[in-house]
T-cell receptor, first 117, second 111 residues
Framework: GAVVSQHPSRVICKSGTSVKIECRSL??????MFWYRQFPKQSLMLMAT?????????EQGVEKDKFLINHASLTLSTLTVTSAHPEDSSFYIC?????????????FGPGTRLTVL | EDQVTQSPEALRLQEGESSSLNCSYT??????LFWYRQDPGKGPEFLFT???AGEEKEKERLKATLTKKESFLHITAPKPEDSATYLC????????????FGAGTQVVVTP
């Protein structure tokens, strides 16, 4: 149980284009989903918190107009990187917290490697 | 300043050589401490959640413990498949479930 998927696993795009990444909780409903980015040899940095049916909450320094988050249902959240530039190249990972779960445990997706040329 | 610090940064072990990883934290109020394992190019895999000082959790060759200032992840008789980066993270009481990660300990177990 507690499986989270991400799609695509890897994407290469040209500078200036937009890229959408999907995060799905496959066997549970998620009240909250989180989006992280991870640079090589570094730990995970939280970008934003996404609650179903409401606006995402962004961490300080994260541009909300550049990283659009939509949490349309209890099993799906999407991250759209708009007008991507090479500095947006990174490993993007989502996590989900299950409804009816007595712990605060978050389950992570496998990540999406974004390369912007 | 709230911090999560992991040590050592890297650890090289012979197969069967037990060791411990440290995670020290300075936060205003701890709601929970989490251990994850991350393999290269993959998302973190959940290992343990600890809530109270004195609490211990075990899973196969791994055992996590918690005090009021730090947590240890003990690896007993490791195997090469235990090679990974081990991440420690905390959730503070007023943080709405946000995980604050340490930098991780990269463990390599050689045959």
């Amino acid at each position: 149980g507690a499986v989270v998927s991400q799609h695509p696993s890897r994407v290469i795009c040209k500078s200036g284009t937009s890229v959408k990444i999907e995060c799905r909780s496959l066997d549970f409903q998620a009240t909250t989903m989180f989006w992280y980015r991870q640079f090589p040899k570094q730990s995970l940095m939280l970008m934003a918190t996404s609650n179903e049916g409401s606006k995402a909450t962004y961490e300080q320094g994260v541009e909300k107009d550049k990283f659009l988050i939509n949490h349309a249902s209890l099993t799906l959240s999407t991250l759209t990187v708009t007008s991507a530039h090479p500095e947006d190249s990174s490993f993007y990972i989502c996590s989900a917290h299950a409804i009816r779960q007595s712990t605060d445990t978050q389950y992570f997706g496998p990540g999406t490697r974004l390369t912007v040329l | 300043e709230d911090q999560v610090t992991q040590s050592p940064e890297a650890l090289r072990l012979q197969e069967g050589e037990s060791s411990s990883l440290n995670c020290s934290y300075t936060v205003s109020g701890l709601r929970g401490l989490f251990w994850y394992r991350q393999d290269p190019g993959k998302g973190p895999e959940f290992l343990f959640t600890l809530y109270s000082a004195g609490e211990e959790k075990e899973k196969e060759r791994l055992k996590a413990t918690l005090t009021k200032k730090e947590s240890f992840l003990h690896i007993t008789a490791p195997k090469p498949e235990d090679s990974a980066t081990y991440l420690c993270a905390v959730i503070q009481t007023d943080s709405w479930g946000k995980l604050q990660f340490g930098a991780g300990t990269q463990v390599v177990v050689t045959p």
